[in-house]
């Protein structure tokens, strides 16, 4: 991806174009790692996407040679607990587990379940927190200079940021297990082949290609591609009994949308649909 713009010093940058929020990790000197502040500004960013009318995609993508190579570990340590005695532990009972709910988890769900649909342009590696990053995003498009790792193995620590719910559902467990067990880098290529990436393409044309599918999706009925992607999402836990009855309230509610009623009157009036987003 290009280089952000002379005077741009932020580390996540943020625009809306074309009914699109383009979302750019900006730290290509570390390979734009993520810190806690990062995360905490991405959560914002889709927070706002939902509720904003004028947001009906979400692009997420980065500067440099790196989409995102894993969490900055200089800035891990769990919080201090809060009116803590003097004898207290340094680190008690369940503070690591708190630490990865409210940061690692907080931050993959918040694109997991984002309600406009999220295109990753994986320019370069994805790593660790990095690669379930773009496995949280609906639609994945990656440079052919990408790869993938699972890095967790090779630091002696267990993978965290949802990848091993996000990994078994994407390439099947035995895949999922290899992948994780040994933390090889897989190129773009082989990543397309298994599942994990929608579309490879050369990396001078990774903006444009993100660019297209993403006005693709802007343009159209929001609401209902939302719900789509509620209940794709919940599909392997759901029962049939349950999936059912979800969908026919996915149906129930975006049955009174503007674009519910538009899409039958230009079906009807043979002309192409204009949605709007709602």
Known sequence: MSEPAAGDQGEVLDRIENATLWITLNRPSIGNAVGPGHRAQIIELLAHANRSLAVRAVVITATGDAFCTGADLRAQLPPPALDAPPDAPARPAASTMRSVRAGAQRFIDAVLNCEKPVIAAVNGTAAGIGAHLAFACDLVLAAEEARFIEVFVRRGIVPDAGGMWLLPRLVGMQRAKELVFFGDALPARDAERLGLVNRVVPAAELPTAAREWAE????????????????????????????LRDEAAAVEINKGTHDAAEGITSFRERRAPEFRGW
């Open 216 to 243: 693709r999706l802007a343009a159209g009925p929001t609401t209902a591609i939302g719900l789509a992607k509620s209940l794709l999402n919940r599909s392997f836990e759901s029962s049939w009994e349950v999936a």
